[in-house]
């Protein structure tokens, strides 16, 4: 028994969750910004591509901050893809924040909060500080233990070499336990922070790279360093001005941020803050890294959201915004009035927008090639066809849910690759909207609620119904 549990056990730190983005590895652009026909998981959409390449650029630059983009175009359109793109290019230097417009009314505090909150995600300051580092070389690590216990504490002598010099240092109690941490023998080569005390490990001294024939891969050599022990270095921090804000707005605010109980922060704090950073950019002690605040969905905000989005981006500290939307002309929420995209004119008047167009059907098979591959799904030619069919009948979705679906039928019938049986079949048990509208109107008289006018069910048109 006790065998078979642990042949059922699973590797947790292996399970990769598979996304309905997690193939997109970046905007799929060469180095003149032209974008490639299947490239990082992108596929098609080159003109919105090569905009975004463009706008990602500037970003990479420094030279536009508090600019904003649209992404505008069908559902299905791939325009949450070019902005995990976006994401994927920036690299992790660029902060990059992600929310949907709903979040807004949805946190225990006010709208214009939750937006700023965001918007402060988005910013960067890169710190930097000197720091005083020991760096060398470990001849010898001798640790005297006492023969009784508790009569006295441990003492220890750490020799330390660099190519130029050799010292002698004697160990405390926390540097023992330090080295044990970290497991430090002679011939490693390590660096130790004055200031903390934390020992970071570099390296195995290539002096000693014939000392065992048998080493694991993770065994990184590197050279005995050369000049003097005690070295100043500078380190650079990377944070973002909404964790500078929840670590000032109160007493061990840091342990806010692991919970995200970040409550209402005043603005007289974030004003401090402001000055501060100000001051350090000055003394050439930190820069502002503008990144980007994504938002989808942003035809949800509503009018009081717009005008506060119109006021922030004018701040001097604004991240670049991105907005995606898939409405046409919408009322715009909080008001009577109706606008392109659900969006006022004068906001709509500061956006660089960028159209995405629907997918053809050589793109269809060429995506639903990349989700096959990503959830790891043999599928024969015949049934990939069914697929683009079924794809550009009813929607790009719809066709990649049924993949996994697919799958999971070929498994039912021990089969080992996915036939064109397989997706025929869940096509019958999962309905498309289409089909979905259409039962709906042929069976209107037996559902609660329905608004549909009755006696023209025949002439109805499925994509009719805007209730």
């Given at each position: 028994?006790?065998?078979?549990?642990?042949?059922?056990?699973?590797?947790?730190?292996?399970?990769?969750?598979?996304?309905?983005?997690?193939?997109?590895?970046?905007?799929?652009?060469?180095?003149?910004?032209?974008?490639?026909?299947?490239?990082?998981?992108?596929?098609?959409?080159?003109?919105?591509?090569?905009?975004?390449?463009?706008?990602?650029?500037?970003?990479?630059?420094?030279?536009?901050?508090?600019?904003?983009?649209?992404?505008?175009?069908?559902?299905?359109?791939?325009?949450?893809?070019?902005?995990?793109?976006?994401?994927?290019?920036?690299?992790?230097?660029?902060?990059?924040?992600?929310?949907?417009?709903?979040?807004?009314?949805?946190?225990?505090?006010?709208?214009?909060?939750?937006?700023?909150?965001?918007?402060?995600?988005?910013?960067?300051?890169?710190?930097?500080?000197?720091?005083?580092?020991?760096?060398?070389?470990?001849?010898?690590?001798?640790?005297?233990?006492?023969?009784?216990?508790?009569?006295?504490?441990?003492?220890?002598?750490?020799?330390?070499?660099?190519?130029?010099?050799?010292?002698?240092?004697?160990?405390?109690?926390?540097?023992?336990?330090?080295?044990?941490?970290?497991?430090?023998?002679?011939?490693?080569?390590?660096?130790?922070?004055?200031?903390?005390?934390?020992?970071?490990?570099?390296?195995?001294?290539?002096?000693?790279?014939?000392?065992?024939?048998?080493?694991?891969?993770?065994?990184?050599?590197?050279?005995?360093?050369?000049?003097?022990?005690?070295?100043?270095?500078?380190?650079?921090?990377?944070?973002?001005?909404?964790?500078?804000?929840?670590?000032?707005?109160?007493?061990?605010?840091?342990?806010?941020?692991?919970?995200?109980?970040?409550?209402?922060?005043?603005?007289?704090?974030?004003?401090?803050?402001?000055?501060?950073?100000?001051?350090?950019?000055?003394?050439?002690?930190?820069?502002?890294?503008?990144?980007?605040?994504?938002?989808?969905?942003?035809?949800?905000?509503?009018?009081?959201?717009?005008?506060?989005?119109?006021?922030?981006?004018?701040?001097?500290?604004?991240?670049?915004?991105?907005?995606?939307?898939?409405?046409?002309?919408?009322?715009?929420?909080?008001?009577?009035?109706?606008?392109?995209?659900?969006?006022?004119?004068?906001?709509?008047?500061?956006l660089l927008i960028i159209s995405t167009q629907p997918y053809t059907k050589d793109e269809i098979r060429q995506i639903l090639d990349i989700r096959c591959q990503e959830e790891d799904v043999e599928i024969i030619e015949e049934a990939k066809a069914l697929l683009t069919h079924i794809g550009a009948?009813?929607?790009?979705?719809?066709?990649?849910?049924?993949?996994?679906?697919?799958?999971?039928?070929?498994?039912?019938?021990?089969?080992?690759?996915?036939?064109?049986?397989?997706?025929?079949?869940?096509?019958?048990?999962?309905?498309?909207?289409?089909?979905?509208?259409?039962?709906?109107i042929e069976y209107q008289n037996q559902y609660m609620f329905n608004e549909a006018p009755i006696g023209d069910d025949e002439d109805d048109d499925p994509n009719a119904m805007s209730s």
């Amino acid at each position: 028994m006790a065998e078979l549990k642990l042949s059922e056990s699973r590797d947790l730190t292996r399970i990769e969750r598979i996304g309905a983005h997690s193939h997109i590895r970046g905007l799929g652009l060469d180095s003149a910004l032209e974008p490639r026909a299947v490239s990082e998981g992108m596929v098609g959409q080159t003109s919105a591509r090569k905009a975004a390449g463009v706008i990602l650029q500037m970003i990479k630059e420094g030279k536009i901050a508090g600019r904003a983009v649209l992404l505008a175009g069908q559902p299905g359109t791939g325009k949450t893809a070019i902005a995990m793109g976006m994401a994927k290019s920036l690299g992790l230097e660029t902060p990059f924040a992600m929310i949907s417009g709903s979040e807004i009314f949805s946190l225990e505090m006010s709208k214009t909060e939750a937006l700023m909150q965001s918007f402060r995600k988005a910013i960067g300051v890169r710190i930097k500080e000197e720091a005083e580092v020991i760096e060398g070389e470990v001849v010898e690590v001798q640790i005297d233990r006492p023969a009784v216990t508790g009569a006295a504490s441990k003492t220890g002598k750490l020799t330390l070499k660099t190519t130029e010099m050799e010292t002698v240092y004697d160990l405390g109690v926390k540097m023992i336990e330090a080295l044990g941490k970290e497991k430090v023998q002679s011939g490693d080569v390590i660096a130790i922070d004055k200031a903390s005390g934390k020992i970071s490990k570099l390296g195995r001294s290539f002096s000693r790279s014939r000392d065992y024939d048998a080493m694991g891969p993770q065994v990184k050599f590197v050279q005995c360093p050369d000049g003097e022990l005690q070295k100043r270095k500078e380190v650079v921090h990377c944070v973002t001005l909404h964790e500078i804000d929840v670590i000032n707005s109160r007493t061990q605010g840091f342990l806010a941020l692991f919970t995200g109980d970040t409550g209402e922060i005043r603005a007289e704090v974030r004003e401090q803050i402001d000055t501060k950073v100000a001051e350090w950019k000055e003394e050439g002690k930190a820069e502002i890294v503008p990144g980007v605040l994504f938002i989808d969905e942003v035809h949800i905000l509503d009018i009081e959201c717009f005008s506060f989005l119109n006021r922030a981006l004018e701040n001097e500290m604004a991240p670049i915004l991105v907005v995606a939307t898939n409405r046409g002309i919408t009322s715009i929420r909080g008001t009577n009035y109706k606008s392109p995209h659900g969006i006022p004119i004068d906001l709509l008047d500061r956006l660089l927008i960028i159209s995405t167009q629907p997918y053809t059907k050589d793109e269809i098979r060429q995506i639903l090639d990349i989700r096959c591959q990503e959830e790891d799904v043999e599928i024969i030619e015949e049934a990939k066809a069914l697929l683009t069919h079924i794809g550009a009948e009813t929607s790009l979705r719809y066709a990649i849910h049924l993949i996994t679906a697919a799958a999971l039928a070929c498994q039912k019938r021990k089969g080992k690759i996915v036939e064109t049986e397989d997706v025929t079949r869940v096509y019958n048990l999962f309905l498309d909207v289409k089909r979905s509208t259409q039962y709906l109107i042929e069976y209107q008289n037996q559902y609660m609620f329905n608004e549909a006018p009755i006696g023209d069910d025949e002439d109805d048109d499925p994509n009719a119904m805007s209730s």
